[in-house]
């Protein structure tokens, strides 16, 4: 599970390329398969999860003006990072 969050200064292109991830796109969800791809515009609140046992691998192209990790705004994180 990746956190939820958004970004203020970056787009990002995904394609599936294993797995069958559920994305969650401001709100909206999807179930997706290989070769299938989303956008996520800037400032829209996403994340990528694995409902199931098998590996997901997802190619991700960002583009803006930052692109480091201090542009994400993290809501929710198994990990202790939301702000």
């Not at 299938?36 to 997901?56: C, D, L, S, Y």
């Amino acid at each position: 599970i990746l956190s939820l969050q958004k970004h203020f200064h970056r787009s990002e292109h995904w394609v599936v390329t294993k797995g069958k991830p559920k994305i969650t796109l401001k709100n909206n969800f999807f179930s997706m398969k290989p070769n299938e791809t989303i956008f996520i515009p800037k400032k829209a609140i996403h994340r990528i999860q694995n409902p199931g046992n098998k590996v997901v691998r997802i190619m991700e192209a960002q583009l803006g003006s930052i692109l480091k990790e201090k542009d994400i705004v993290r809501y929710e994180d198994i990990y202790g990072r939301a702000n």
